[in-house]
């Protein structure tokens, strides 16, 4: 059984770039949260895809966008990167059942520095 | 923003000893979990209390929640080399879709 899967591991971007990072989520799993974790820091919350919709939203700009495809999927974008963008990005999916707690398993995560 | 502190911050122990961390939330939840990073790759979920749960054991962990404090402890006993890592406390709040992470105490086991 496959656990979340993400690319690159690693990548090197310039300020202004653009990035797309990918994750597959554990099989069965329908739901995909993105976390940004700067170093030292605690993983703080992009966002989160369920049925290919954005249905939460973290305190980041819009220069962070997402997508999910139909295979439950995900893409993380960041648009004009800044140095401040450099962190591990994780992904991770989980299973909508109804409840009040659905378990998020992690991917390794994307280490991204921008120059 | 963090939802949460941890403290401390670092801790350092021979191995054997007993390593407590500390977890503070400010919002209603519905649960608190324990993570595990090994240098900063992704995270291991240990162990997850739920709002109506005060104590939970897994192996040698031991996790209490005192919602009327709003915090948490960790308890590792008879440690070993191979636990350190960063430890986060992690909240599902209540009407949220989102984990809610602390910033984390970093645990040295000494051998």
């Known amino acids: 059984d496959a656990g979340v899967t993400q690319s690159p591991t690693h990548l090197i971007k310039t300020r202004g770039q653009q990035v797309t990072l990918r994750c597959s989520p554990k099989s069965g799993h329908d739901t995909v949260s993105w976390y940004q974790q700067a170093l030292g820091q605690g993983p703080q919350f992009i966002f989160q895809y369920y049925e290919e919709e954005e249905r939460q939203r973290g305190n980041f700009p819009d220069r962070f966008s997402g997508h999910q495809f139909p295979n439950y999927s995900s893409e993380l974008n960041v648009n004009a990167l800044l140095l401040g963008d450099s962190a591990l990005y994780l992904c991770a999916s989980s299973l909508d059942l109804a409840g009040d707690y659905n378990e998020q398993f992690f991917g390794p995560g994307t280490r991204l520095t921008v120059l | 923003s963090q939802q949460g502190e941890e403290d401390p911050q670092a801790l350092s122990i021979q191995e054997g000893e007993n390593a407590t961390m500390n977890c503070s939330y400010k919002t209603s939840i519905n649960n608190l979990q324990w993570y595990r990073q090994n240098s900063g790759r992704g995270l291991v979920h240990l162990i997850l209390i739920r709002s109506n749960e005060r104590e939970k054991h897994s192996g040698r962990l031991r996790v209490t929640l005192d919602t009327s404090k709003k915090s948490s402890s960790l308890l590792i006993t008879a440690s070993r080399a191979a636990d350190t890592a960063s430890y986060f406390c992690?909240?599902?709040?209540?009407?949220?879709?989102?984990?809610?992470f602390g910033q984390g105490t970093r645990l040295t086991i000494n051998p």
């Open positions: 992690a909240t599902d709040v209540q009407g949220a879709q989102k984990l809610v």
